[in-house]
């Protein structure tokens, strides 16, 4: 019967016999097996006899994690799966939806909020990693009843067609101007190179992005 490959364990170069592993009980197939698992392991901060151990049931349960954020102005501490990105806490934990999940891979930006100011792609984000952190979506943008002057230049410039892509080209261009990058339609352009419109309203939102940047109006 195999015995388990430990650590310092494996065999050097072509030689089965190296020091420490019996031939007779390990083959060069069962030693890449394994150390591939150590390997993994090691790759994702779990030690190797427990993932060995693991029960596929246990690895699909949820790990609970609380976090704390501020959402648009408000505290909320949550408990969530840690493995859930931020995009998932604000939509499915918060209900808010107005952030988008497109492709959930960092490609077409329509999940873009502000963290810390700062934009972001939440699919992307580990939400647990995020602890403390001041998260804005396209609900806190407005004041009221009085929109964002760039929420209320895409309707003046008729920036979206379907509108799936517009909160996160909206939170996008807010950080787009408060960077200093929205100096000019070619530099919007640039800048906002992360955000796909499938409608390809282009047009439309660089131009409520550059007259807002010109205005300096971002916030
Ligand atoms: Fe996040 Fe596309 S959904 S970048
Ligand atoms: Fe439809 Fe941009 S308005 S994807």
Known sequence: MNQPILPGSAPSGDNDQADGVDPQSVSRRDFMVAAGTVAGAVAVGVPAMSVAATDPDM?????????????????????????????????????????????????????????????????????????????????????????????????????????????????????????GHARSPREVQYWMSGNICRCGAYRGITAAIAEVGAKGAAS
């Open 59 to 179: 690895a699909r349960a949820p790990r609970v994690q609380r976090v704390g954020l501020t959402v648009n102005g408000v505290r909320r501490d949550l408990s969530i799966d840690a493995r859930q990105s931020l995009l998932d806490v604000l939509r499915e934990n918060l209900q808010l939806t107005g952030t988008k999940k497109g492709c959930n891979q960092g490609a077409c930006g329509a999940c873009t909020v502000l963290v810390n100011g700062r934009r972001i792609v939440s699919c992307l984000a580990l939400a647990a990693l995020y602890d403390g952190a001041d998260v804005q979506t396209i609900e806190g943008l407005a004041s009221g009843d009085t929109l964002h002057p760039l929420q209320a230049a895409f309707i003046d410039h008729e920036g979206f067609q379907c509108g799936f892509c517009t909160s996160g080209q909206i939170m996008s261009g807010v950080a787009c101007i408060i960077e």
